[in-house]
C-alpha cells in the first residue's frame, strides 16, 4: 500500500469514527481528548517516534510493554491533544503522526477518545472509549 492509500484509509477512519460519535449521541462541540496509538518492538526506536511527536504539539504517554498472544513483546505510548471533532484538523493530526511512524518505521495504530455525552441528560454513557 502507498502513503497515499494509507492516508486515504486514515481519513476515512476519521470521519467513521466522527460519525458514530455523533450518532451515539456525543456532542458535537464538546473538546476531547484524542489519544492517537503507536507501537514498535524497538523501544529505542519507539522513544525517538515519542521525542518527534512531542516536538510535533502533542503530550506522550510514557512507554508501556506488552506481551501480544503470541509471545512476542511490543512497546507503545499514546500522543495526546486536546480537540473539537474537526475533521479538518484531525486529518492534519494524522499525516503529521504518519510521517513520525514512517520515519521511524513503527505502527500508527489509530486514534480513540472517550464518549461526551450531551447535557441534556439522554445518555449515561460518561466515560465509555470508542477506538478502533
Known amino acids: 500500500m502507498n502513503q497515499f492509500d494509507e492516508r486515504e484509509e486514515w ?9 458514530a460519535l455523533l ?46 498472544d503470541d509471545g512476542e513483546t511490543i512497546f507503545c505510548f499514546d500522543a495526546v491533544v486536546e480537540r473539537k471533532l474537526d475533521i479538518e484538523k484531525l486529518n492534519a493530526d494524522s499525516d503529521t503522526l504518519l510521517k513520525i511512524a514512517d520515519k521511524h518505521d513503527v505502527t500508527y495504530d489509530g486514534w480513540g477518545t472517550y464518549f461526551e455525552p450531551r447535557e441534556d441528560g439522554d445518555f449515561e454513557q460518561d466515560g465509555d472509549f470508542l477506538d478502533d
Not at 476515512?12 to 469514527?17: K, R
Not at 456525543?26 to 521525542?51: C, G, N, P
Open 23 to 68: 450518532e451515539d449521541g456525543s456532542q458535537a462541540d464538546a473538546d476531547y481528548t484524542i489519544e492517537h496509538h503507536f507501537a514498535s518492538t524497538d523501544f529505542d526506536v519507539l522513544e525517538k517516534a515519542a521525542v518527534d511527536a512531542f516536538k510535533a504539539g502533542f503530550e506522550v504517554t510514557d512507554a508501556e510493554e506488552l506481551m501480544l
Open 11 to 19: 481519513y476515512e477512519f476519521n470521519q467513521e469514527t466522527i460519525d
